[in-house]
């Protein structure tokens, strides 16, 4: 009994430690954001490559989630002779809640795991060591320029994502199923308000600070063997994805 308490105790002990690691990282990231030499070129090469390469991917998952949200919603809202209220109920899915979060697991699926990998393989390969040897400091030159890029990427993909998803449902209820062009974008203007917009893109610019954070952190310590970009890469992901959730849930229980 008393060791398996122990193994609790250094399994607890290890999982903190590993934490503290984590936000000693991020801290660190930030602290050399902002001393010089800023990295503009580089961080308008990792917005390209966080939100222009993800842009494709974030636009097809939004039309295709408008599209079944239009479905569900106009079904599901005849029942109570309410078909009127698609407009204001897709808006409110997307803006506040499906948004955020759909966007956050494109661009982790799409740019994440991308980033972990590669920072994962410069780390076996020993490249980032030759940056120390260089006096070059790592983590200003490939962390922190990817750290602002995912703060700058997120909001204005899950705007997209918004966007193409109302438009998506708006070809299902108006276009397929005959609901009155009207009261979809009237009831959409009565019931959303600035407060939806706003915590819907204060929700993504976390989720951005999430995916840049956890897969850099993951990329830049994979294990030095030969599984350990694969390794880092699953990691990132899948921590990733309960972050954002868990994080969602909290960011809502407050902004309610």
Partial sequence: MIAFFGQIGRATILQLAGTGRMFLFLLSAFAWAFRPPLRIRLILYHVKTIGVDSLSVVVLSGIFTGMVMGLQGYYSLRKFN???????????????????????????????????????????????????????????YLVSPRLIAGLISMPLLTAIFDVVGIYG???????????????????????????????????????GLIIAWVCCYKGFHAPPMATGVGQATTESVVLCFVLILVWDYFMTSVML
Avoid: C
């Fill in 82 to 140: 309410a078909e009127s209220f698609l407009g204001s109920a897709v808006a409110l899915g997307l803006l506040r809640e499906l948004g955020p979060v759909l966007s956050a697991f494109m661009v982790t699926g799409r740019t994440g795991s991308a980033m972990a990998a590669e920072l994962g393989s410069m780390k076996v390969t020993e490249q980032i060591d030759a940056l120390y040897s260089m006096a070059v400091n790592p983590v200003q």
């Fill in 169 to 207: 449902a708006y070809v299902i209820g108006v276009g397929l199923l005959g609901v009155s062009s009207g009261s979809y974008f009237a009831g959409m203007e009565s019931s959303v308000v600035f407060h939806d917009v706003w915590s819907g893109l204060l929700k993504s610019i976390s989720f």
